[in-house]
């Protein structure tokens, strides 16, 4: 079967879609509507024409793996202004998802009709690029630009009833989907309703035409957490075309700015990402044949930051989960900072308040461990010391059903030797959270020696369920983030001995695109934290311990690396800090130096990839693309950078090594002489892409 058919209901054409899994538009299905949609325009016994797909989606957009290749004609804009000037009714009929280039067909036809639960939107952005095929011209022009450009600048989709709202669809269809839209072609027949083509509609743009502040005020509210993308900046303008220029002449300059982008390093980054954090999905070992266990309540030990944010996730995806605390007083805390987040999400506007009202009744507050009798899952969020974990384990494995999946939120312990501590390790792992945990995407899902593979599997599940992007790691101290994290703090600490300050430190990597530097976070999440982790570990921090001893937890005692002034949480260079660095300094016998900005980012960044290679050498992470979906999202790596192990591939793995050699010379830290993979790679003129390159080749 060819991936376009054309069938016949009477006088109604459907052209059909079937290019599992998402319909994406790959060059045969462009060649094939082409043909479709020639065929029912010529043939005299067609009246209208419908366009629906096969399978779970509408078109999900361009097929993103032609990207990387020349463009190939015929171009989905030549598909679209064959389809939109068609003198018969031409109705898309769409179901799961119309995304990008596939909305942008939707928007060339004359009706679109879709079934309930169908999401529509152009995400684009996302992957570096700007809809590219008439959807910054036509979407505003059918929705006007304040729907239009916020939408366009996030690149989330809008549900059926909140397009149909707005006016991008027509008509929402129960019933048997594609016989309903068939229906819906012979009553626009019926009716004669005229032929509506968006590209002609102006009544929705002349307001904005008239009042040109009101679009740069859309605009700005619409592009924030913008830093440093290109796309975002390249939508506006080309949003703006929609008003200042004819259709064509828009259409021809949207065609070369989505090229540039299309060809620029960040589109390839993003690109490379999405494929990445798919990728991330498939685990060794867990076949499609593993079917994950029900989850239908769930648990979580801690009332603490963490456990607070781990219940508010499962009470957000509707999972009803019991909050088991000490005491009543500790339990109660945290039952009230749950309460107070969800207030100010409320305030925010991010939350109905019914919604709220819902949300708090799933979570349930004890202090009886046997109230966790009944859940299929628990996570464990209490402090970070190896004999509580142990003593909690012990008294789940007790009362927990024996086909409950027992987690462990731990950031850097042992995740085999807390399984021991049950007689079940089989159904332990770890599901480390990143702080605030109800909103990081990121969750590493630890897997233990004896992990079974239904219970990863269940773990991966549950992540999704709760808007997480589980990446499966092996069990290290600090696993793949963390590990990779301190590996970036020595450097850091060394750098501020031998000459920087935190504030060019912090300076250097915000250029480079991370929302902020290792020091402000520092004093964001607590210098305490991890100076009771070194404690416990017997570890030491040359400047972060003496900040310590001083009282300077960061932000929450006003003053840490950085000072606050009340109320307020932006860093500001205290004098007292320089000091107190500086006598470090002499203590060392160190004469201090400027450190310029490029080795700053060198000596944070390599020794991080250098320990992403140990990583991927000791089997920790599955694959390159794993560490950075990780980096992305959970410590901020700028999604238009790829993350560290494909900047490392951009850079060149060989002048990566050169310089690690260095720095580990210099410094007489063997930690940071090349490991072996990055060794091996650079002599063979590779980068970490080629571990997986062959398995993406071979599928
Ligand atoms: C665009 O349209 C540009 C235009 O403006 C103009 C051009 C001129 N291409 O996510 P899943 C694969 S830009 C190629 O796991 P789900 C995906 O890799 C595009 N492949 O499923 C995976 O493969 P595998 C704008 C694609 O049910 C499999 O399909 N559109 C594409 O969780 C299943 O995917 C987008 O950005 C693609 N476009 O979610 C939409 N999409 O099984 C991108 C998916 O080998 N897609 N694949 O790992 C999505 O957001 C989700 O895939 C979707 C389904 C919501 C559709």
Sequence with gaps: MSVVELCREDEIAVVLVDNPPVNALKHEVRVGLLNAFSQARDD?????????????????????????????????????????????????????????????????????????????????????????????????????????????????????????????????????????????????????????????????????????????????????????????????????????????????RVRSAFQELRQGEQSKAQRYVFFAEREAAKVPGVTAGVRPREIARAGVIGAGTMGGGIAMCFANA?????????????????????????????????????????????????????????????????????????????????????????????????VDAIGQSTKRPQAVLGMHFFSPANVMRLLEVVRGKETAPDVLATAIAVGRRIGKVPVVVGVCHGFVGNRMLRARGIEAERMLLEGALPQDIDGAIVEFGFPMGPFAMGDLAGLDVGWRMRKAQGLKSEIADRLCEAGRFGQKTGKGFYLYEAGSRTPRPDPEVEKLIAEASARHGIARRSIDRREILERLLYPMINEGARILEEGVAARPGDIDIIWIYGYGWPVWRGGPMFYADQVGLAAIRDRLAEIAARAKDARLEPAPLLERLASERRGFASLTEPARARA
């Excluded at 679109?112 to 022009?141: C, D, H, M, S």
């Excluded at 190896?386 to 042992?414: C, I, Q």
């Design 318 to 414: 509707g999972i009803p989960v019991t909050l088991i605390e000490t005491g009543e007083e500790p339990l109660g805390r945290g039952l009230d900072t749950i309460a107070k987040n969800y207030r100010n999400t409320v305030k925010r506007g991010g939350l109905a308040a019914d919604e709220m009202e819902r949300r708090l009744g799933r979570i349930a507050g004890s202090t009886e461990f046997e109230r966790l009798a009944d859940a299929d899952i628990v996570v464990e969020a209490v402090f970070e010391e190896m004999e509580l974990k142990k003593r909690v384990f012990g008294d789940l494995d007790r009362v927990t059903k024996p086909d409950a999946v027992l987690a462990t939120n731990t950031s850097y312990l042992d």
């Design 44 to 252: 005299p016994e067609i009246a209208a024409i419908v366009l629906t797909c096969a399978g779970r989606t509408f078109i999900a957009g361009a097929d993103i793996t032609e990207f990387d290749k020349p463009p190939k004609s015929p171009h989905l804009s030549e598909v679209i202004a064959l389809i939109e000037t068609i003198q018969k009714p031409v109705v898309a009929a769409i179901h799961g998802t119309a995304l990008g280039g596939g909305f942008e067909i939707a928007l060339g036809c004359h009706f679109r009709v879709a079934a309930p639960g169908t999401r529509v939107g152009l995400p684009e952005i996302k992957l570096g690029l700007i809809p590219g095929a008439g959807g910054t011209q036509r979407l505003p022009r059918l929705i006007g630009i304040e729907k239009a450009l916020p939408m366009i600048l996030s690149g989330n989709p809008v549900g059926a009833k909140e397009a149909l709202q707005y006016g991008a669809i027509d008509s929402i269809l129960d019933g048997e989907f594609t016989p309903a839209a068939v229906e819906f072609a012979r009553k626009v027949l019926r009716e004669k309703r005229p032929l509506r083509r968006v590209r002609d509609i102006d009544e929705k743009l002349a307001p904005i035409r008239e009042d040109p502040a009101k679009f740069e005020e859309i605009a700005a509210a619409s592009s924030k957490r913008t830093r440093g993308l290109h796309a975002p900046a390249a939508a506006i303008e080309a949003v703006r075309w929609s008003l200042e220029v004819p259709f064509e002449e828009a259409e021809r």
